[in-house]
Nanobody, 125 residues
């Protein structure tokens, strides 16, 4: 079992940055692939970025590369999402997720077993 608590969301101006954090409780955090998803009302949950258990491998949505960076600190059981150059279309609820074991990073939400409660990110122009 893994419990996830997302934080760091807020209201920012377009072009600004935010850093989201996800704190995990439970054992063996480092064996899980971790990911960030986002969702807006009426749409499916969208993959943002994922990271392997060791942190050596990351994978991000093509449309977000260069602006969003995922990282993790296994000693602190946390995973972070650094978001730079935010745009209005980045407005969404962002969710942290823990998924399969190993190095393969799936982009489908159905592959992840544990979810945080979500943190709202609102970008104004």
């Amino acid at each position: 079992q893994v419990q996830l608590v997302d934080s760091g969301g807020g209201l920012v101006q377009a072009g600004e940055s935010l850093r989201l954090s996800c704190a995990a409780s439970g054992r063996s955090f480092s064996v899980y692939v971790m990911a960030w998803f986002r969702q807006v009302p009426g749409k499916e949950r969208e993959f943002v970025a994922g990271i392997s258990g060791t942190g050596r491998t990351t994978y991000g949505a093509d449309s977000l590369k260069g602006r969003f960076t995922i990282s993790r600190d296994n000693a602190k059981n946390t995973v972070m999402l650094q978001m730079n150059g935010l745009k209005r279309e980045d407005t969404a609820i962002y969710y942290c997720a823990a998924g399969p074991l190993g190095a393969w990073i799936p982009s489908a939400a159905s592959a992840y077993d544990y979810w945080g409660q979500g943190t709202q990110v609102t970008v104004s122009s």
